[in-house]
C-alpha cells in the first residue's frame, strides 16, 4: 500500500526553464512533507519541507506548494540547472518519526 | 567532516553468512534509523532508536537486528545472510522534535551471492 505516490519516473527539461515534480500521498494524518534530492552512489540530501499548516513554503529556487485538500504536493524549481539532475524523493512524516518515501523522480536537465 | 557515516560501503558476502554494518553520525542527535532501499528503489524504514531505545520496528525479519552501544552509533547486524537481503542499506538521523528532518549516510551496497 503505497501513501506516497511519485507517478512521473523520470522529467526531462531544459536548462533555465521550470521543473515540476509532483507528490500524492493517502494518509490524512501525515502533517510534514519533505523532499530529498539524491546523486547516484549518495545518500539522499535534505531540500526543502513543509507544514500541514502552510500552503507555500520558498528556499532560493525551490519551492514547495501543498494541497492538502487533494493530498498533493510539488516542488518548483526555476530556473532549472545542469546540476539539478538528481533522483528527488518526496516523503512524508507524523508525529512517529517515521517518514514515508515516494519512489523517487529522476530530473534531468540539459543545456 | 562527514555529518552520517557508514562502513563499509560496499559489501559482497555469501548466502549464510554473518555480516555488520556500521553507522556514526557526529551531529549530535538523539535519534537514529535504518533504511532499505530494494530493486524497486523504495526506502522503507526498518529500525529507529532514540537516546538507545528502540522506538521503530517495522516487519523485519529476525534475521535483523540493530544495535545501539550510544546516541551517536547504530549498527546494524544481518544473521544467515539471504539473496534477497541484497540492497542499499542506508543510515539516517534526526534530533527529536527537529519535525522528521533526517540526514542520511552515503548508504552500503550488500551484494549476497
Known amino acids: 500500500d503505497q501513501q506516497v505516490k511519485q507517478n512521473s519516473p523520470s522529467l526531462s527539461v531544459q536548462e533555465g526553464r521550470i521543473s515540476i515534480l509532483n507528490c500524492d500521498y493517502t494518509?490524512?494524518?501525515?502533517?510534514?512533507f519533505l523532499w530529498y534530492k539524491k546523486y547516484p552512489a549518495e545518500g539522499p540530501t535534505f531540500l526543502i519541507s513543509?507544514?500541514?499548516?502552510?500552503d507555500k513554503n520558498e528556499d532560493g529556487r525551490f519551492t514547495v506548494f501543498l494541497n492538502k485538500s487533494a493530498k498533493h504536493l510539488s516542488l518548483h524549481i526555476v530556473p532549472s540547472q545542469p546540476g539539478d539532475s538528481a533522483v528527488y524523493f518526496c516523503?512524508?512524516?507524523?508525529?512517529?518519526?517515521?517518514?514515508?518515501f515516494g519512489k523517487g523522480t529522476l530530473l534531468t536537465v540539459n543545456p | 567532516d562527514t555529518a552520517v557515516s557508514q562502513t563499509p560501503k560496499y559489501l559482497v558476502t555469501q548466502m549464510g553468512n554473518d555480516k555488520s554494518i556500521k553507522c556514526e553520525q557526529n551531529?549530535?542527535?538523539?535519534?537514529m534509523y535504518w533504511y532499505k532501499q530494494d530493486s524497486k528503489k523504495f526506502l522503507k524504514i526498518m529500525f529507529s532508536?532514540?537516546?538507545?531505545?528502540?522506538?521503530i520496528n517495522e516487519t523485519v525479519p529476525n534475521r535483523f537486528s540493530p544495535k545501539s552501544p550510544d546516541k551517536a552509533h547504530l549498527n546494524l547486524h544481518i544473521n544467515s545472510l539471504e539473496l534477497g537481503d541484497s540492497a542499499v542499506y542506508f543510515c539516517?538521523?534526526?534530533?527529536?522534535?527537529?519535525?522528521?528532518?533526517?540526514?542520511f549516510g552515503a548508504g552500503t551496497r550488500l551484494s549476497v551471492l
Open positions: 539516517a538521523s534526526s534530533q527529536h522534535g527537529a519535525k522528521n528532518i533526517q540526514y
Open positions: 551531529l549530535g542527535h538523539d535519534t
Open positions: 516523503a512524508a512524516g507524523g508525529s512517529n518519526y517515521k517518514l514515508t
Open positions: 532508536y532514540n537516546n538507545k531505545e528502540l522506538i
Open positions: 513543509i507544514s500541514s499548516i502552510k
Open positions: 494518509n490524512s494524518m501525515f502533517d510534514y
